[in-house]
């Protein structure tokens, strides 16, 4: 084997590694997107369950000022 044969090789071996990484890339950032939407997703989720609690809270508090007011009569 020569060695323009052997620059030929080596160079089409190290454009296959960089095709693989390419796409290997590809595949982590894809994957990597859809683990940004999780946190987005349970940042919803924590939104909605605090908006809850705070209903929850406020229905809470306005039940106690009527039992209030019927007892202060």
């Known amino acids: 084997m020569g060695m323009k044969d052997q620059f030929q090789d080596k160079a089409q071996r190290m454009q296959e590694q960089a095709k693989q ?31 809850r609690d705070e209903e929850t809270e406020r229905l ?6 009527r039992f209030d007011q019927d007892y202060d009569v």
């Open 21 to 51: 990484r390419g796409q290997q890339g590809r595949e982590q950032g894809h994957e990597q997107g859809h683990e940004r939407g999780r946190p987005d997703q349970q940042r919803g989720q924590q939104g909605r369950e605090r908006m």
């Open 60 to 65: 809470r508090q306005e039940e106690q000022d």
